[in-house]
């Protein structure tokens, strides 16, 4: 079993910056690729930010320049978000596709945290 736990999230100001953690565990060779979505009120859940196995690294246009992706290969990720805006308010996932064998991958996903940005 693979379990994914994000942390971080919160009440912050316009402008102000969360670092967001998701934290594998479990049965983990290595994690290839993380995605961090988002899903605010009444809205479809929106792709941010994905690191892939081989490293690159692509970004939503509303948050790019803003916020930053990183993977540690065994341990889970973060995302670095800065400048943030009232319309990033939402509730953030994270998503790894995790080798639990030499040869095979589960795609696991978090639970949630919540992220408020408001004065």
């Known amino acids: 079993q693979v379990q994914l736990v994000e942390s971080g999230g919160g009440l912050v100001q316009p402008g102000g910056s969360l670092r967001l953690s998701c934290a594998a565990s479990?049965?983990?060779?290595?994690?290839?690729?993380m995605r961090w979505y988002r899903q605010a009120p009444g809205k479809q859940r929106e792709l941010v930010a994905t690191?892939?196995?081989?490293?690159?690294i692509d970004y939503a246009d509303s948050v790019k320049g803003r916020f930053t992706i990183s993977r540690d290969n065994a341990k889970g990720g973060y995302l670095q978000m800065n400048s943030l805006k009232p319309e990033d308010t939402a509730a953030y996932y994270c998503?790894?596709?995790?080798?639990?064998?030499?040869?095979?991958?589960?795609?696991?996903w978090g639970q949630g945290t919540q992220v408020t940005v408001s004065s």
């Open positions: 479990g049965s983990i060779v290595s994690i290839n690729s």
């Open positions: 690191v892939t196995g081989g490293g690159s």
């Open positions: 998503n790894a596709v995790v080798y639990v064998t030499a040869h095979n991958t589960v795609n696991a």
